[in-house]
C-alpha cells in the first residue's frame, strides 16, 4: 500500500472489471449490464467489458434519443428507455395456473424468481428509483413476492455518472449524479478506461478484495470528484420540489391541465420508461385446450381508460386532462402521502420519450407560473 | 404498519384460496346471493370485501353480505354487470372458485353505540351494508334508534325484501324504502332514497350514518345528512373504483392519496369530500 491514497477508495481498471464479472458469474449471478441494441442502450447479459457501449454517447432532448460515438469511455452515456424495472419488476409476471381435471381444481403458484443477478453500470437516479419500488412492493401491508425473490437476490455495481444530457434532473430531485447508498461497489470512470472504486457493503468490499487495485492518488480522488460535479454542472434542467405537493393537489382545475391535455397523446409512453411507474393488470390466459387458466399481472398505465373502468359509469377518468393530471400530480405529490418519497427521481427518460416532448419539469414549472424546464 | 411476508408460494397473496358454493339463492333479476365455504376462512368485519374469482374468467372485489359475527358464514351478494360478475351468478351450487381476502378497512359498527344508527343504502349498496344491520340488531341495547332508508329503481329492483319487511315489523327499528319508478301496485314512496330523510324522526346530533350505493347517490345523501346536522366523521361511505389486487400494490383503485382497497373502501365524509369534490380524481 503505497500510503498515500484513502484505502477505501481504490483504482481499477477495466481488466479488473472483467474479473468482477467472472468472479461475480462464477458465484452464480447472471450479470446484467449496458448493451447498444437497435439504437439505444438496454441492459441484457454480459460477459465483459467488451460487451459494454464503449465509445457511445446519447443525445437526449424532449421527444429525442440518439446515440453517437465519441470518446472511449466505458459508461459515458446516460440512462436509456430500459430501466432496472424490466428485471426486478417485469412487463409479464405470471402469478398462478389453475387446472380443472375430473371436476376438481388444482391451483399452482408461480415459482419465484431466484435467480441471483449481477446489475452492472446502474446509476444513481436508477438506485433511487430501485429505493421508491422497493417501498412500494415491500414495504406497504402486502408484498409483492415476486419483486422481493428477485431483489434479495442483487448485487449491484452503480457507476457515477460523469456525463449528464439536457433530459436529467436529478439534482433537482436530490438523488444524483453521486450514488450515496444502495450499491455494492460503486465505479467512477477517470480516464484511460481506469476507475475509482469504492464498497458500499460487506459483499461489495470482498469482492473488491478479490481484484487486482491499487489505492487512489490524490489526483485520481480529484478526477473522480470532478467528473461528477463535470455532470452535475451539465444539469440544466431544474424541477422546483419546495411546496409541489400543495401546488399540485390545490389545483385541479389550473388551465395548464388543458393546455397539457391538448398535446398529450395518451400513448402510456412516460409510464412505461418511468423506472419507479408500478401499476400493473391482472388478466386470466386461458389455455389453448381448456383445460386450465394462468392468472398473469403485467403493466398497465393510468393514461388508458380501461385503467379505471367502472360498470355503468364508464372511466372515471375519462378524459386526457384528467389522466396526465393524476400521472403528475402522483408522481410528484400523492406519492409523498402512499409512499413517504417523491415517485420522481428525476431521470429525464419520460421527456426523451414522450413522442410530443412534453416535459414534467416544464409542466410543473408552468403551474407555479413561472418558466421552466430546461 | 404490519408486515405480511409471503415466502411460502401457498401465502402469496395474490394466490387464491379454493371455494365452494354452498348454496344459491336467485334474490332479484341478475343478482343472487352465494353461500360459501373456504379453505381457511376466518371470519370478516362488515364492510370488508373478497376477490371472487371464476376460474378462467377474471376476478373481481365483491362485499361480504351475510353477518360477521357467525365467523364460520361466508355469504355473497352479486348482481350481474359485465364479464367476471355474469360468470359468478351463473355458477350454481357446488361450484368452486377462487377467493382472496378479506380486505379492507370495515365499517366502524362499535362507533354508533349509544347513537341513533342511520343506514342509507340505493340498489346494491344494501348487501354490503346489510353486516352492519346484523351487528346492530345482535346488540340492539348498545343503539338509539335505528332507521334503515333504501331506495331501488323498481319495486321488483327491491334487494333483501323479505327481510325488509321482516325488519319493519319490528318495533325497534325503523325501514322507509322508496322507487325511483313506481310500477302498477306500487303504494308506497316514490323519489330518490334522500327524501325518505325528512320522513323520519332521529338526532343528527347524535346519528352516526352508514351510506352504500352508487357513488352519486352517496354524494347526495352525505350532503343531505350534512345539511341536517350529522357530523362529517359521522357519515361512512363505501367506495367503488376498478380493482386488479386488492392490496394496494397494482394502482387502479387511487382516489388521489388513497388507495380504496387498502385505506378504504370504507371513508368518512370528512376525509372523502375534498376528495369527491374534484372531478375525475
Ligand atoms: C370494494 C367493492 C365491493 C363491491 N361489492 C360488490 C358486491 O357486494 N356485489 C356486487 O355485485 N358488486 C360489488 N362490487 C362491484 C363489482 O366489483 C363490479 O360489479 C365488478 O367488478 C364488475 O366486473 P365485471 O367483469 O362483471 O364487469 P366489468 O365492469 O366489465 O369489469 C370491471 C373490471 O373487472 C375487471 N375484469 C373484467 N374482466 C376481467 C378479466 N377477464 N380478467 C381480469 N379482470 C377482469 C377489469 O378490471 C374490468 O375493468 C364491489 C366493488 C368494490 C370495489
Ligand atoms: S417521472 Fe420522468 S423523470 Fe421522473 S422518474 Fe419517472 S421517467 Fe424519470
Ligand atoms: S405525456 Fe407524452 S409519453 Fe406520456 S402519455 Fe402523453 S404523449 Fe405519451
Ligand atoms: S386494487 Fe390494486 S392498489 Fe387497490
Known amino acids: 500500500m503505497s500510503g498515500s491514497g484513502d484505502p477505501a477508495r481504490v483504482v481499477i481498471d477495466a481488466n479488473g472489471i472483467d474479473t468482477l464479472i467472472a468472479i461475480l458469474a462464477k458465484r452464480g449471478y447472471e450479470v446484467l449490464g449496458p448493451v447498444r441494441r437497435d439504437g439505444a442502450i438496454v441492459h441484457e447479459p454480459i460477459a465483459s467489458t467488451d460487451d459494454l457501449p464503449r465509445g457511445w454517447i446519447d443525445e437526449q432532448r424532449g421527444g429525442h434519443y440518439r446515440l453517437k460515438q465519441e470518446g472511449d469511455a466505458y459508461f459515458a452515456y446516460t440512462v436509456g428507455p430500459s430501466s432496472w424495472k424490466r428485471v426486478l419488476h417485469p412487463p409479464r409476471q405470471p402469478l398462478w395456473r389453475s387446472e380443472i381435471r375430473d371436476g376438481e381444481v388444482a391451483i399452482e403458484a408461480a415459482s419465484v424468481d431466484t435467480q441471483r443477478r449481477a446489475l452492472i453500470g446502474v446509476r444513481a437516479c436508477e438506485l433511487a428509483a430501485i429505493a421508491v419500488q422497493d417501498r412500494v412492493f415491500l414495504e406497504g401491508p402486502y408484498q409483492d413476492r415476486h419483486y422481493a425473490a428477485r431483489r434479495a437476490g442483487l448485487f449491484i455495481v452503480a457507476v457515477n455518472c460523469g456525463r449528464a444530457v439536457e433530459t436529467c434532473f436529478c439534482v433537482s430531485m436530490d438523488t444524483g449524479p453521486e450514488a450515496r447508498a444502495g450499491f455494492d461497489i460503486a465505479l467512477t470512470e477517470i480516464a484511460n478506461g481506469r476507475f475509482v472504486a469504492t464498497a458500499g457493503s460487506d459483499d461489495g468490499a470482498a469482492r473488491l478484495a478479490e481484484l487486482p487495485t491499487r489505492p487512489a492518488e490524490p489526483s485520481e480522488l480529484d478526477a473522480a470528484a470532478a467528473a461528477i460535479e463535470t455532470a452535475a454542472g451539465q444539469m440544466t434542467r431544474t424541477l422546483e420540489t419546495e411546496g409541489l405537493p400543495d401546488l399540485l393537489t390545490s389545483n385541479p382545475d389550473h388551465p395548464r391541465w388543458d393546455d397539457v391535455a391538448q398535446r398529450c397523446l395518451n400513448c402510456a409512453n412516460c409510464t412505461m420508461v418511468c423506472p419507479t411507474c408500478f401499476c400493473t393488470d391482472v388478466e386470466e390466459v386461458n389455455d389453448l385446450d381448456g383445460g386450465g387458466a394462468a392468472r398473469v399481472q403485467q403493466w398497465a398505465s393510468c393514461f388508458t381508460t380501461d385503467f379505471t373502468y367502472l360498470h355503468g359509469g364508464g372511466a372515471v377518468r375519462d378524459s386526457v386532462r384528467s389522466r396526465y393530471r393524476q400521472w403528475m400530480t402522483h408522481k410528484l405529490a400523492t406519492w409523498h402521502d402512499q409512499f413517504g418519497t417523491s415517485g420522481c427521481v428525476g431521470c429525464g427518460r419520460c421527456i426523451a420519450w414522450c413522442p410530443v416532448g412534453i416535459d414534467i419539469t416544464e409542466e410543473a414549472a408552468a403551474m407555479r407560473g413561472a418558466r421552466g424546464g430546461g | ?281
Not at chain 2, 340492539?140 to 325484501?161: H, Q, T
Not at chain 2, 380493482?243 to 394496494?248: L, V
Not at chain 2, 388513497?258 to 369534490?277: H, S, T, Y
Request: proline letters at 8%; charged letters at 20%; hydrophobic letters at 45%.
Open chain 2, 1 to 281: 404498519m404490519s408486515t405480511v411476508l409471503a415466502p411460502d408460494p401457498q401465502l402469496d397473496p395474490m394466490v387464491p384460496t379454493l371455494a365452494r358454493i354452498t348454496r344459491k339463492i336467485d334474490e332479484i333479476p341478475d343478482v343472487v346471493t352465494f353461500e360459501m365455504e373456504a379453505d381457511g376462512w376466518s371470519g370478516f368485519a362488515p364492510g370488508q370485501f373478497n376477490m371472487l374469482g371464476p376460474f378462467g374468467v377474471g376476478e373481481i372485489p365483491i362485499s361480504l353480505s351475510g353477518p360477521a359475527s357467525k365467523r364460520e358464514r361466508l355469504v355473497h351478494t352479486i348482481r350481474a354487470v359485465g364479464p367476471v360478475s355474469r360468470a359468478l351468478v351463473e355458477l350454481q351450487e357446488g361450484a368452486v372458485l377462487g377467493l382472496r381476502g378479506p380486505y379492507g378497512a370495515p365499517w366502524p359498527v362499535e362507533r354508533a353505540q349509544g347513537r341513533d344508527v342511520m343506514v342509507v343504502a340505493g340498489g346494491l349498496g344494501l348487501a354490503p351494508v346489510r353486516p352492519v344491520l346484523y351487528d346492530v340488531l345482535e346488540n340492539r341495547d348498545d343503539y338509539e334508534k335505528v332507521i334503515v332508508l333504501y331506495g331501488a329503481r323498481r319495486p321488483e329492483e327491491m334487494l333483501f325484501a323479505d327481510e325488509l319487511s321482516t325488519w319493519r315489523a319490528r318495533f325497534d327499528i325503523e325501514v322507509a324504502v322508496t322507487v325511483d319508478h313506481a310500477s302498477v301496485g306500487w303504494h308506497g314512496h316514490v323519489g330518490v332514497v334522500t327524501s325518505l330523510l325528512r320522513t323520519v324522526g332521529y338526532d343528527p346530533a347524535n346519528t352516526t350514518a352508514y351510506v352504500c350505493g352508487p357513488e352519486i347517490m352517496m354524494r347526495f345523501a352525505a350532503r343531505a345528512l350534512t345539511d341536517a346536522g350529522v357530523a362529517p366523521g359521522e357519515i361512512w361511505l363505501s367506495m367503488e373504483r376498478n380493482m386488479h389486487c386488492a392490496i394496494g400494490l397494482c394502482g387502479h383503485c387511487q382516489l388521489g392519496p388513497v388507495f380504496i382497497c387498502r385505506d378504504g373502501p370504507v371513508f368518512d365524509w370528512a376525509r372523502l369530500r375534498p376528495l369527491m369534490q374534484q372531478e375525475e380524481l
